[in-house]
């Protein structure tokens, strides 16, 4: 079994996230970057299966040079080896022009099984599985909460707001996983000291038969075309209970159309 798990280096959620003013792009030079929360359980669901059923387990990240430290960080996990797509002409690349770089790195490697969080903290827009399905031709799993794999059959449970959904498809296919799945595991010392010997191939654009001009910000199908700051915190309001204070609190509210 032969898994692929996607792994995103973000601005650290609980930090200040900002974007540079000279193109509107995430400050990632900047920021406190770390591994996509989520993409740590959908590695945690990858060593699982290969713990169960063997195989190997391969990194795969499109990113700034930084990203390094998130694949080291997957590799000590127990992640096998890793690939790690960098080029100057990412940057400010869209999800479709990211997913066309992801699908051609794929199409370098021997997988049955490409697993990756539901949703990056950055952007948020939780397309990276479906618009893989499209460019591979293979079926796409989302938002699961179980993951089961039965000879060459994905089956998962997918998450919803009243319950979830029981739902299958043939090998090879793209999975992607909440933090519900399981927990992940802390790297452990042994595991960071291999992780350091553990290969990790570089690869560009060139080196993935795609045009520079393609990707990027120049060409991206959406961009942050202006943005402020967060405006400053205004002095809180003070009720008086005079016997009415209830009454004055859920007036305040309702005024706030927060009820």
Known sequence: MNIVVLVKQVPDSGSERKLDPQDNTVA?????????????????EALTVKEAQGGEVTILTVGPDTATDAIRKALSMGADKAVHVSDPAIHGACAPQTSAIIAA??????????LCGAESTDGQVSVMPALLSERLGIPQLSGARKLTIEGGT?????????????????????????????????????????????????????????DPASVGLATATSKVVDFAGRPPKGEGVKVTDEGDGADKLVGYLAAQKIV
């Open 154 to 210: 994905a089956k998962i449970e997918r998450q919803t707001d009243g319950g979830y959904w029981a739902l299958e498809a043939p090998l090879p296919a793209v999975v992607s996983t909440w933090d519900t799945i399981n927990e992940p595991r802390y790297p452990s010392f042994k595991g960071i000291m291999a992780a350091k010997k553990k290969p990790v191939q570089n690869l560009t654009l060139a080196d993935l038969g795609i």
């Open 28 to 44: 990632r030079a900047t920021a406190d970057n770390v591994i996509n929360e989520m993409d740590e359980y959908a590695i945690e």
């Open 105 to 114: 790195a794929l199409g370098q490697l021997d997988y049955d099984l490409v």
